[in-house]
């Protein structure tokens, strides 16, 4: 074989190579993009929801003034439609707290930080009551949930910090009092000026949940709120101060089905749904509709989604979970 052979030869074996090499990676190239389409078409597998707590109980709505089912409903929300939920959702267990050895020493822990020297008062077994002077402290040993009033005759508030400095002084003044959770540190909080008794109230909502909020039983107003006559930064300037707060363990969930926005949407026209606030007019104008979880001031060993409905003057909740898992005895 020649010289002129032998390089005729290595040109088209280096040809035929760099072909099959072409044909090889446009062939894998193309399996693959048929393989991420084929894997797209295929249905997700439906979400099976393994209702480990059994039978729930009812959220703990407000005794309704009126029925749902005596408005009537437009659908006026930005899509002109209603969302689309998932088909299951997390319930998470909230742990009940019970009276330990050192729960009547917290308690006139925070009896002496908000001014009071006096020993308490026994209203029940897990009630205590501290009086001295103007103020009075109702505590609950079982749970740590309180309620702080003084009277004040204070005529005038100058609101001297801006919000963001008051909401500070609030959390910080909640940690010097030891009953600052971690996870208030970013929670969502409102300021509001009370021009009825010349003061302004700070209220402070549990933070978000898989992106789902909190809403409370009244949905206006949160379990932690204090009302100060100055500033929050020390507990003389606090006329009042409610907390209650409800440790979720998201370690330790069970997953439900979750009814449709049509068909929450259907029970709040036929009574079973709460209207929480009452709207002036029949004619309600539906302009949001969310999933949230509930919490209340009473215990719950769960935390359970409702659907909200809101709009002008006008908020509705329904019971988001159907109500084959819900115990209907209470």
């Keep these: 074989m020649t010289l002129t052979q032998v390089a005729i ?7 035929i190579s760099i072909l099959l090499l072409l044909i090889g990676t446009s062939t894998f190239v193309g399996f693959q993009i048929w393989q991420a389409q084929y894997i797209k078409s295929i249905p997700k597998p439906e979400e099976k929801p393994d209702i480990k707590f059994g039978l729930l109980p009812k959220p703990d709505f407000l005794r309704p003034e009126v029925t749902s ?76 949930k309180f309620i702080f009033k003084k009277e004040s005759t204070t005529t005038a508030f100058t609101l001297l910090e801006d919000e963001g400095q008051l909401i500070t002084q609030f959390r910080r003044l909640l940690s010097d009092l030891g009953i600052f959770n971690d996870s208030l540190k970013n929670s969502p909080t409102r300021l509001k000026l ?60 069970a997953t ?33 509709v969310y999933l949230a979880y509930l919490e209340s001031e009473n215990y719950n060993p769960y935390l359970l989604p409702v659907v909200v409905f809101e709009g002008p003057s006008f908020v509705g909740y329904v019971n988001a979970i159907p109500d084959q898992y819900v115990n209907q005895s209470r």
Excluded: C, M
């Excluded at 030869?9 to 040809?15: A, D, H, M, S």
């Excluded at 101060?241 to 330790?252: G, I």
């Design 9 to 15: 030869l290595t040109k088209r074996t280096i040809f």
């Design 69 to 144: 089912a005596n408005f009537s409903y437009s659908l006026d929300t930005s899509t002109g439609g209603l969302p689309t939920f998932p088909q299951t959702i997390k319930v998470y267990f909230i742990p009940k707290a019970t009276i330990t050895f050192s729960s009547n020493d917290k308690a006139s822990a925070l009896a002496q930080k908000l001014g009071i020297k006096s020993s308490p008062q026994i209203v029940s077994e897990s009630i205590h009551q501290f009086q001295d002077s103007n103020k009075i402290l109702t505590y609950h040993l079982d749970s740590g």
């Design 194 to 253: 009370l021009q009825e008794t010349s003061a302004a109230a700070i209220l402070l909502w549990p933070k978000e949940i898989d992106k789902i909020p909190i809403v409370t039983s009244n949905f206006t107003d949160s379990l932690i709120e204090a009302t100060s006559s100055g500033n929050f930064q020390t507990p003389e300037n606090i006329l009042a101060l409610k907390y209650t707060f409800w440790p979720v363990d998201e370690t330790s969930f």
């Design 256 to 288: 439900y089905p979750l009814k449709t926005a049509s068909q929450a949407l259907d029970d709040l026209k036929n009574a079973k749904g709460i209207i929480v606030i009452v709207p002036e007019l029949p004619q309600v104008s539906i302009t949001s």
